[in-house]
């Protein structure tokens, strides 16, 4: 007997032990009845520390209590599965929110003796926050393929509709459940959907974001393809379409809007050009018929001027760019003219360029040209009297966002006392108004070894 008691006591010790130092919580309970045999509460028998953990109730206000006074509730918790447990003996899962912690409690309960039983309980509120969570997300994301204005579409390893935004019935004519889970072939037109599996391939075997405007019916959409993948599975392809017809269509409107504007500006540069040729010609006979040498000279510098517009818009004309010209082109084409029209009185002046490659718009390119024709014809009419030979040289280029042409020639130079000539001749006084309309920073003084005149003009590139 002695030896039975001890083995009794012992597996009462490991029972303890082991209730204990259980990690999921244990309670122990005997069902309570009325006189009619009803189920009314329980007796709450034992519990061990990891229930009060998970419920928030001491094992001493548990113990020895009923449910509904442990819990403090009319209803005692849990009542009904109790019921149903010891009466069937089949064990029962069930969520439960137990007072005063209400945290989110999964039970198992099972029958351990007549009207006797125990139950697990283990604490799942992290586990159902986070599919909670996890279901509001899906939830937002049904909403937006629901509600998207773009369509949004997703395709499995096969390139099969996977998941369509709700508007891809409207493009394609026909109730949502009827484009999942098909293939390109059987939702698009053939050729279009060869090219969209074609690219879909191609985007998942390079796994990078592809751009693609694509025409359906009388509809153009531009689309964003882009691969997704997933360690241990296959590739998914998704993407959005927008639909870009307004935009195409407002585009081309303003190419033709363009083109046709552009037309009619070249037809007015080349009717301008005409003007400044016919104004030329007439200066030229009024020149040739005047026996005054005074006037002959004025009206040689004025077709010079005309001259030198006339060769811009030739340019114009002659690229089919009606807003820009290239400077240097058109310095080059002025230059040439200028020593042609004075190849009788300065026939052994040389006249060197060099020019960077600029582009600039007419409007500036037209003073910019006058202002080479003055100061050039200056120097061919008046730098080398009396000489057979002389040179005049321009340099044109860019530093930052200015442009700096300078002039010089090695002629006899300025005046005695060093002064810069006074602007009081028509040509010299446009070289001033000229400067002031370009908002150019303006230098002039004696050329290279004090030799002849030099002028240094720096003025922005781009009018502000």
């Known amino acids: 007997m002695a030896g039975r008691d001890s083995a009794a006591d012992a597996g009462e010790n490991l029972y303890s032990g082991l209730f204990a130092a259980m990690g999921e919580g244990m309670v122990l309970c005997e069902l309570v009845r009325d006189p009619a045999g009803r189920p009314i509460d329980y007796l709450i028998l034992d519990a061990n520390p990891a229930f009060s953990e998970r419920t928030g109730v001491p094992r001493e206000k548990a113990a020895g209590k009923t449910g509904g006074e442990a819990f403090g509730a ?138 693609f405007e694509e025409t359906l019916g009388e509809r153009t959409y531009e689309t964003v393809k882009f691969p997704i993948f997933e360690a241990g599975k296959p590739p998914l392809l998704a993407g959005f379409t927008i639909d870009v017809t307004e935009r195409v269509e407002a585009k081309r409107r303003l190419a033709e809007a363009l083109k046709e504007k552009q037309a009619l500006l070249k037809e007015l540069q080349h009717r301008v050009k005409n003007s400044f040729a016919l104004i030329s010609g007439i200066v030229g006979l009024e020149e040739g018929r005047t026996e005054d040498p005074g006037l002959r000279g004025t009206l040689a510098d004025l077709g010079n001027r005309i001259n030198s517009l006339g060769a811009l818009y030739d340019i114009l004309y002659a690229t089919g760019d009606p807003g820009s010209i290239r400077l240097d082109e058109y310095l080059q084409g002025l230059c040439k003219a200028l020593l042609d029209s004075y190849s009788g009185t300065a026939a052994g002046v040389r006249l060197g360029l060099r020019a960077a490659e600029l582009r600039i718009d007419v409007k500036r390119a037209v003073p910019i040209g006058l202002l080479v024709n003055e100061i050039v014809t200056n120097a061919l009419k008046h730098a080398f009297p009396g000489r057979g030979e002389g040179r005049v040289e321009i340099e044109l280029s860019a530093v930052g966002d200015k442009v700096v042409l300078a002039l010089r020639d090695d002629g006899v130079g300025l005046p005695p006392g060093g002064q810069a000539p006074r602007p009081e001749g028509l040509g010299l006084g446009l070289i001033g108004m000229i400067a002031q309309q370009l908002r150019a920073e303006t230098e002039s003084g004696p050329g290279p070894a004090g030799r002849g005149l030099a002028y240094r003009f720096a003025f922005p590139l781009a009018e502000s």
């Open 74 to 211: 009319a209803e005692p918790p849990c009542l009904d599965a109790f019921a149903r447990v010891a009466a069937t003996g089949l064990p029962e899962r069930f969520a439960a929110r137990l007072p005063p912690l209400a945290r989110h409690l999964e039970i198992q309960a099972f029958r351990c003796a007549p009207e006797r039983v125990a139950a697990l309980v283990r604490d799942v509120t992290d586990r159902d926050r986070e599919a909670e969570e996890h279901a509001a997300t899906l939830r937002l994301f049904d909403l937006l393929l629901e509600h998207s204005p773009i369509y949004v579409f997703f395709k499995d390893e096969e390139l099969r509709s996977l998941r369509l935004s709700r508007n891809f019935e409207g493009m394609l004519g026909r109730p949502l459940g009827e484009l999942l889970g098909k293939s390109m072939l059987e939702l698009f037109p053939r050729e279009l959907a060869e090219k969209m599996t074609a690219d879909d391939r191609a985007i998942i075997e390079r796994g990078k974001v592809t751009k």
